[in-house]
C-alpha cells in the first residue's frame, strides 16, 4: 500500500523526507514524496490569517490520486465543523488527509524553537490523521495516537503509535 506525502506552500522535501519512514514503520506502507502544490488562493481567510481545510481538501482529492497526507506549515481551520484551528484533517474512511505544523510549533506558544518536539507531534498528528483514512475513530486510550487532541498538550500526553485495538482494527482495514 502506497501513502503519498504532499508539500503544501512552503514545506520542504527534507520535512517529507523526514517524516517518511516515521510513518512507514507505524502504518505499514510505503511512502513516495510529491507533489508539491501551492495552498488553494480560495482557502485563504485574511480576518482570521487561516486556511480552510475543507476547501484545501476538496482541491487535493481533484488533483492528487491515490491515498494521501498533504503536509503545510500554514494555520488550519475547518468550516464544516465550525473549529477555530485545526492540527488537521481526514476522510474517515477515505483517501485523503492533511496535517498543519503551526499549532505543533512550540515558537508559536512564546517558547524556545524545538525541531525535536515540533516533529515529535507532527508524526502523532500525521499518523493520527492516516489512521482516519482507514475508518479509525478517536480512540478512549489516552496513550494511543488515535485518541483526539483539543490542545498541543494533549498531543504530548499521547503515544506516537496504536494502541493494540487500534493495530487490531488497522490490520482489518489494510487487509
Not at 512552503?10 to 514524496?33: D, T
Not at 503536509?71 to 465543523?81: A, H, M, N, R
Not at 483539543?150 to 488497522?170: A, I, M, Q, R
Amino acid at each position: 500500500m502506497i501513502l503519498r506525502l504532499v508539500g503544501l506552500g512552503q514545506v520542504n522535501r527534507e520535512m517529507l523526507e523526514e517524516l517518511s519512514p516515521a510513518l512507514s514503520s507505524r502504518l505499514k506502507l510505503s511512502c513516495l514524496i510529491g507533489p508539491f502544490l501551492d495552498l488553494p488562493p480560495a482557502s485563504y481567510h485574511p480576518s482570521r490569517r487561516q486556511f480552510d481545510a475543507d476547501i484545501i481538501m476538496n482541491r487535493l482529492l481533484a488533483r492528487v490520486p491515490g491515498r494521501f497526507l498533504a503536509v503545510t506549515k500554514e494555520d488550519l481551520f475547518t468550516s464544516s465543523c465550525n473549529l477555530n484551528f485545526i492540527f488537521g484533517q481526514a476522510q474517515c474512511p477515505g483517501r485523503g488527509a492533511i496535517v498543519s505544523s503551526c499549532r505543533l510549533d512550540p515558537s508559536l506558544y512564546g517558547l524556545a524553537s524545538n525541531g525535536g518536539l515540533l516533529f515529535e507531534r507532527l508524526v502523532k498528528e500525521a499518523v493520527h490523521e492516516v489512521g482516519h483514512t482507514f475508518g479509525l475513530t478517536h480512540c478512549p486510550n489516552r496513550t494511543c495516537v488515535m485518541s483526539f487532541s483539543n490542545s498541543v498538550l494533549d498531543v504530548d500526553k499521547k503515544g506516537d503509535d496504536f494502541c493494540p485495538s487500534c493495530s487490531s482494527k488497522l490490520r482489518a482495514a489494510r487487509n
